[in-house]
């Protein structure tokens, strides 16, 4: 135990023992060599250096040892041993210390420079001898080339199974691997379906807080994969959050294809804390392993890409006023809570429901909490802020056109004078070609027919610059014209007709407001009944305004008349069952599009008073038609 090479020297210093895992996993999973990697601890007590004076840094454990730069104990070593406090630096192999050949080659160098040995279980190594310092510099070399080895094979392994869409990885919940490997749908019923209402209720709503929040008032829980080592791959039921749907309608493998490097790591953005290399999803276009139709699917490839674009729509960031979009709700990307300061976000509903779109604070409703900050119907709202905009704008439309088309000008004006410098360079060039084509002795064929060549590139130039001039000119012409000028500026008086005239879209009038309006806030907490108002206008002030809030069932919530007509007409003779079916079957919806249910006929009679007749009436009058098909509804 080449103890020789101890000196008291050494032993007057500290000891310093290095404990290192790689990864969470392998510190819980290799306790055995965390263990043998403890006992150092009493190797260096074994040869010569008193308990108090053995220190064990482990802060590095399950940071990868590839580079030191994230591992502070690795930085700690260093700067005790230059500093020379340290007699020997005890590791499990030598070459667990650093797998990046320039972080071990450092530590001897300056482990030489200070006198410091270095041990494994094995054997001590002094630095400074030149035999050990070779067999030092013999075992970093092996650990670095076992680790590309290593990790070359293990990644080019894995993409060329990817490739194959053979690559085995823990399969989304609502899929269960075959004994060959495949993919087939999870064998639970509960699983398949509850999956299939979540793509079903995203179809309906559109939005993801509305899936949350109607899995969570259907008291319906997520069906989730256990990560942890315990149960690993197990489905367990969780509560429905956000996340979770976002990850299930943005995973591609429901719509059935395999694919693999949906995520890129990139090594030059790290995670400040734990070192790792940040993640960036990748676009569709950009997966490089795409395998179609590889299993079967809950949902088509095609809804996949629609929900994905509906998904990236829907994220509308903080401060970001976003774009404009199609929509009812002409607030969006502008609108405030004025209880706690965030931005509103608009739930939209889905068509068939009929009903105005909302703002709603995201406050404490991010995982579909119950509870929201302040919620309101849009219309009234709408309608309020749109008035106030066109009092507002008419007065100073004429000044802010004008400003509009001045400033247009002047861009023109710096626009032209670029182009006429252009222009003017290319013919000096030009002439200055020319020049020297006439100044050569035309006898010196080779020499002339190279400057005519040039000369020739440089009159090609010219000639193209000029067309540009002309286009150009020609295209600004049109922003110029007095006529132009009069009708921008009739237009602009015209506004309050073009703001309600049909052919004017939700998103033209979102680019109007948002010409003079900067934000809005809304308070419909502190009124009961109102919500109040505040206008921020681009030009700095301020207006205030209340609005009542819109009462319940107002609006075009209410059943068609046709149903509610059909029911009145019905009631006396059919059971509420019968009236559900034959009104499912007419095509009619309830207000919220669904489907008739009993309760739901029931809820009206009772509503308007109807009352059924005996048995006997509704016998008498039974629709032939009405027995057939009704097991559906
Ligand atoms: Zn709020």
Redo the contacts with the bound molecule.
Sequence with gaps: MNTAKIQSTHCGRIAFVYVRQSTPLQVIENRESTERQYHLRERAIELGWPPSRVEVIDEDQGRSGSTAAHRTGFQRLAAEVVLGKVGIVLMLEASRLARNNSDWYRLIEICGVSGTLIADEGAVYNPREPNDRLLLGVKGTLSEAELFTLRTRLYEGRWNKARKGLLRFALPVGYAPTATGDWTLDPDTQVRERLDYVFDSFRRHGVVRAVVRDLKEQGLELPTRVTSKEGYGSVIWKAATLSAVIRTLHNPAYAGAYVYGRWEYLSDRRSSKTGKASAHARSVAQWPVKIPEHHPAYIHWEEFVKNQEQLRQNWGQDGNRGVPREGRALLQGIVY?G????K?SVQNRAVTEHRSPSYI?E?AYEDGDEKI??SMTSRPIDAAVGEAFLAAVSPISLRVSMQVLDQVEQDLVVQRRQRELQLEQARYEARLAQRQYDAVDPSNRLVAAELERRWNEKLERVAQLERTYAQAEREAEWNLTAEERTAITELSRDLPAIWSAETTTNQERKQLLRMAIDSVQLDGVSQTGQVEVQIHWRSGTISSLSVKRAAPGEGSLKTPPEAVSRIHEMTPSRSYAEIARSLNRAGLRSAFGRRFTTQHVGYICRRDGLTKRGPGARLKSRDSSDTAGSAKS
């Design positions: 809570c209880i706690c300061g965030r509103m604070c406050r900050c302040q």
